[in-house]
């Protein structure tokens, strides 16, 4: 218990912190619109019953924790935050663990997994209402709420996107594989451009896929509202609620992906060929025999860390291999442990011969 108040009074000092900034408070400000937005979404859903509404709310929730998380972690690497924690924990933790390095690491995988798994929830809805014949919470035809709310909540998110980009997602959404979404809109993307080549700065190389996603889910609002006006076809709620849900899902599973790859301490595939090099120029310096036992990973967005065993001849300086192998390396792993160890098989040798 005592943990638990010591920690949110940390969190605490940290927000209080992070609002002296004019960027601290533009980012507390955005996550309290989206939040705002996902509660009118939430009463419109309480009246109408709309399912495609409830699962659009989660894209409000993505976005407000994106906010807190990206000022939280600002916090974290100012000065005053790693004073804070130092303080706040014991010393030998401090020398046994990375601290917060992972933060906006597990703070992001987190948040995508949450808008993974509250998709499958409202997934279970539309199926029972889908299979039901009669639906008695079925929406109201003319609610005008079914545009009012997701448009709200749409144009909201466009300002977030452009005008309070949070550093950690926007480094996810460009590191991260592809999404299907994605991908089919960069095949209309390249198609159109070639017939009107002046979109190529919006369009190409590919879209953002949170924009995507925040659009799609907007357009898919719109329809159902039409449906449900014109031909008060209220089945139509659960069907483009389904078709949502797969491409929320399959925008977020790189995201996740890419993010708990980091969290199993796995090296980026465009890291390899780079280290691979340094590696062999390591291998090649005065007095080094082998390079062995190399592990890199990625600790966190922008930070690799690694270590390596260094076996060098019995009659090589130690400090010197160290500091010109770590030269090597340091460019690319900043976080770096090497242990170097003199070889002494060719000295056994050299007794057995005498």
Not at 144 to 170: C, D, K, M, N, R
Request: net charge neutral; charged share 15%; proline share 3%.
């Amino acid at each position: 218990m005592y943990f638990c108040s010591e920690t949110a009074a940390i969190m605490y000092r940290l927000y209080c912190r992070a609002l002296a900034w004019p960027q601290g408070r533009l980012n507390l400000g955005s996550a309290m619109l989206s939040a705002i937005c996902f509660v009118v979404i939430l009463f419109t859903v309480s009246y109408t019953k709309s399912l495609m509404l409830q699962i659009y709310s989660l894209m409000c929730i993505f976005h407000c924790m994106s906010l807190l998380l990206d000022l939280l972690v600002a916090a974290l690497n100012s000065d005053h935050g790693r004073r804070m924690i130092v303080n706040g924990k014991n010393t030998d933790s401090n020398n046994t663990s990375y601290g917060y390095e992972r933060a906006d690491v597990v703070g992001l995988f987190s948040i995508t997994m949450l808008v993974q798994l509250g998709a499958l929830f409202v997934v279970k809805e539309s199926f029972e209402q889908l299979l039901e014949s009669h639906h008695d919470g079925s929406p109201l035809v003319s609610n005008f709420w079914l545009v009012l709310a997701p448009s709200l909540a749409f144009f909201t998110q466009l300002y977030i996107i452009y005008a309070v980009p949070s550093a950690s997602l926007t480094h996810v959404i460009t590191a991260s594989s592809s999404s299907w979404l994605q991908e089919q809109a960069a095949d209309f993307s390249h198609a159109l451009c070639r017939v009107l080549p002046v979109f190529s700065a919006f369009l190409l190389p590919r879209i953002n896929t949170v924009l995507l996603i925040s659009l799609s889910g907007w357009t898919l609002c719109i329809c159902n509202y039409i449906c449900i006006e014109a031909y008060n076809y209220t089945k139509c709620d659960a069907a483009f609620c389904l078709l949502y849900a797969t491409m929320l899902i399959g925008t977020m599973y790189p995201l996740a992906v890419y993010t708990g790859g980091i969290l199993l301490q796995s090296c980026p595939s465009y890291m390899l060929p780079q280290l691979e090099k340094c590696l062999r120029e390591c291998g090649t310096l005065d007095g080094v025999l082998e390079v062995t036992d190399e592990h890199f990973w990625q600790l966190s967005f922008n930070k690799m860390a690694g270590s390596l065993l260094v076996r060098v001849r019995r009659d090589a300086d130690e400090q010197l291999v160290l500091a010109r192998v770590c030269a090597k390396l340091h460019p690319f792993v900043s976080n770096l442990t090497v242990q170097v160890v003199k070889d002494t098989a060719w000295k056994a040798q050299q007794h057995q011969l005498h």
